[in-house]
Each structure stands twice: as C-alpha cells, then as structure tokens.
DNA sequence: AGCCAGGCTACCG
DNA sequence: CGGTAGCATGGC
C-alpha cells in the first residue's frame, strides 16, 4: 500500500528540530560555542548563523572537513583539522606545499590517510582553479576523493547551495521507519527531500544536520534503539 | 574484543 | 549498471 511520504519528511524534520534545535552546521575552527544539545564534539558548531562560512579560508575548511570525515569520526577529523591549523596548513597552496610525510602525519588521526592525503591535494588544486567561483555538482565529482556525499556537503554547507545531503544515517533511518526500500539510490532519496521540502539552504543544512544528530543518538548499532516517533 | 565512524575508488559479474 | 573489498585509525 501507498504512504503518503510527504507529510512524513515534513513532520519528522519538524519533530527533530523541536528535539534539537538548530545544530549549527558547518562546524568552523574558529567557534569555540559550544552546543550542549549534541553528542560528541561540541566546538567550533554556529546554531542560526547561516551566513557562515564567510570568505575563502572558511569556505576552504569545510571543504578539507568534508573529505576528513569520510567514513570517520567527526572528532577524529576535527583533530586532523587542529593539526593542520596548527601547521598553518588550512590553504590549498600549503596543502600542495609541505610533504608527503608531513600531511600525512597530521591527517594520521582521521584515517585512511593515504588516500586522504591524496584526496586533499586533488580537492586543493581544484579549489585555486576555480579562483573563487562555485563549483558545479558535476564539476566537483570529477575530482578524485569527491563522490554524491561530499559533493553535496561541500555545495550546501561551504557554498550554501540547496543540495541535499544524503548519507549512511539517512538510509538507515529512513528504512527503519518504513518510508523507503533499503537499496534506495542516492540520487532518489536525494529527491525525495529536496522534492517534500521547500528549497532552502537552512532547512537543508539543518535537515541533515538534525539526522546525524538522531543517528548518533539511537542508530549507532544494529539492534536500533528507540526512535521517538 | 569487536564494532562503528557525517564514503570513495577500483574492480568484479 | 549494481555489488563489494580495501582503505586506517580511534573511541567506546
């Protein structure tokens, strides 16, 4: 039998929202608020500060997170983030810069680090060549390291374009509820957001934002807990 | 002690 | 096409 699915995607971002709160989504090095409502780290999250990140080396970071946490930890990629910092390495020129051994020594902590390693000088000499224009979806999966996922984070939360960001978290989700079949592709679920819900940035960067958060909360293993719904 | 983490590429049938 | 092994380390 048919479910209306669009009231479902509407009234859970609500019901998680009212939960949660706004999340404050890209995390920045910078911020040091902090955000008691979340699990794991709380540095460096902006609640209702949309207009983030605001100039190039912003921009740049979020990027460099989007590729660290691959398949990781946020913690463990906000390590990586510090000690890239720390480096005076938060520039694609220094990324393509210092040596092999040396990124690889401050990614160490996120993972993967050889490919990642590779990833972030790919992704670096992509971002000077755009000279400070916005990358197309299509563009940014051409470059090695970039697949659906990271693309649309890198366009919704560095380039606050409305991409729906799709993940591991929101197909497991969504499965547990009933609301899609498991094998669903990424570019459907996509659609099935970015078609239930009004096409702006800060319901889309919260959206995802909020569904980690639940995940995190009470789909980390496999039995599931209780979801509230 | 395992299992999981805000995936992607390469290669297989 | 869809499916999956391999990638690496850290936290719980």
Redesign the pocket.
């Known amino acids: 039998m048919s479910v209306d699915k669009r009231e479902p995607i509407m009234n859970i971002y609500e019901k998680l929202y009212s939960l949660y709160g706004p999340q404050g989504?890209?995390?920045l090095t910078d911020y040091e608020g902090e955000n008691p409502t979340k699990t794991?780290?709380i540095k460096g999250y902006h609640p209702l500060k949309y207009d983030l990140p605001k100039n190039e080396g912003q921009i740049f970071e979020v990027i460099l997170?989007?590729i660290l946490?691959?398949?990781?930890?946020?913690?463990?990629a906000e390590m990586a983030l510090h000690n890239l910092k720390e480096l005076n390495a938060l520039t694609p020129q220094k990324i393509l810069e210092m040596s092999d051994e040396t990124l690889k020594k401050a990614i160490?902590?996120a993972?993967?680090?050889?490919?990642?390693a590779v990833y972030l000088r790919e992704i670096s000499k992509f971002f000077i060549s755009l000279k400070g224009r916005t990358p197309q979806r299509k563009e940014l999966?051409k470059?090695?390291?970039?697949?659906?996922?990271?693309?649309d984070?890198i366009l919704l939360?560095a380039y606050k374009k409305p991409e729906f960001v799709v993940?591991?978290?929101t197909r497991r989700i969504f499965t547990h509820l009933g609301l899609v079949e498991e094998?669903i592709?990424y570019m459907e679920l996509k659609k099935l957001f970015e078609s239930n819900l009004p096409r702006e940035v800060p319901v889309y960067q919260e959206y995802h934002?909020l569904i980690?958060e639940h995940?995190?909360r009470y789909?980390?293993?496999?039995p599931y807990g209780v979801d509230d719904f």
């Open positions: 989504w890209w995390p794991g780290s997170g989007a946490t691959q398949n990781t930890a946020w913690t463990s160490r902590c993972g993967f680090l050889n490919q990642k999966l470059v090695k390291g970039v697949g659906n996922e990271t693309s984070s939360y993940d591991a978290y094998k592709s934002a980690v995940a995190k789909y980390r293993k496999k």
